[in-house]
């Protein structure tokens, strides 16, 4: 480990902030059915690390806050569900230079909730609940991406980001499963560091 951090700091390290948005889905199935949810907006921000191995290979780790949730349409009544979750989210990334522009990443996240809420809305009439006690405060999910630098240390990307654990807790629901889905468009500015990301 030593000799692997000795040598990224020799190849190259960078960082900086990055900000973008969300478009966050969660993924309920029960015995074999899925429960049909939309794509909720949402921000998320934070800084990233790029330590390079050698011109092509890096190590991306990142700090992120995420908001996630979904909103679900209840048929046959005048309402709105939507659910409010916020993150502490980080990824721990493997890079890969295609160009000098362009790169691709994928890697584990470990989503640490902070706050979970529910608003379901009949009419003008809107109420909250507070429902972070029935879910798990970590996650774990699986990030794949792109991005490319534009100029002068400004750059974007896209990334997937696909629950792989469960996050309703065990004792409230053994048979569902709830999963986070988060697609993120973002903008990135390296803050310090060389040429590269």
């Known amino acids: 480990m030593i000799v692997l951090v000795s040598y990224s700091f020799a190849q190259g390290i960078s960082g900086g902030v990055k900000a973008g948005l969300n478009l966050a889905d969660q993924k309920y199935s029960s015995d074999g059915s899925t429960a049909d949810t939309n794509v909720k907006p949402g921000l998320h921000a934070g ?17 992120l806050f995420s908001m996630q949730g979904c909103k679900l349409d209840i048929d046959g009544f005048d309402s709105n569900y939507e659910t409010f979750f916020n993150y502490v989210a980080i990824p721990l990334l493997a890079r890969y230079n295609i160009t000098d522009r362009i790169s691709v990443h994928a890697g ?42 534009i100029i002068g240390g400004l750059g974007a990307g896209v990334r997937y980001v696909f629950g792989l654990s469960q996050i309703h807790k065990d004792d409230i629901d053994n048979t569902g499963k709830v999963k986070n889905s988060v697609f993120q468009i973002y903008l990135k500015c390296r803050l310090f560091g060389g040429s590269k990301k």
Do not use: C, H, R, W
């Not at 800084?47 to 700090?63: D, G, R, S, T, Y």
């Not at 902070?114 to 429902?131: C, F, H, N, P, R």
């Open 47 to 63: 800084l990233f690390l790029v330590a390079m191995i050698n011109e092509k290979f890096a190590v991306q780790p990142e700090v």
């Open 108 to 149: 584990p996240q470990l989503g640490f909730l902070l706050s979970a809420d529910t608003e379901i809305s009949y009419g003008t009439q809107v109420i909250k609940t507070d429902i972070k006690e029935y879910y798990k405060t970590m996650e774990i999910s699986g990030a794949i991406g792109g991005e490319i630098d």
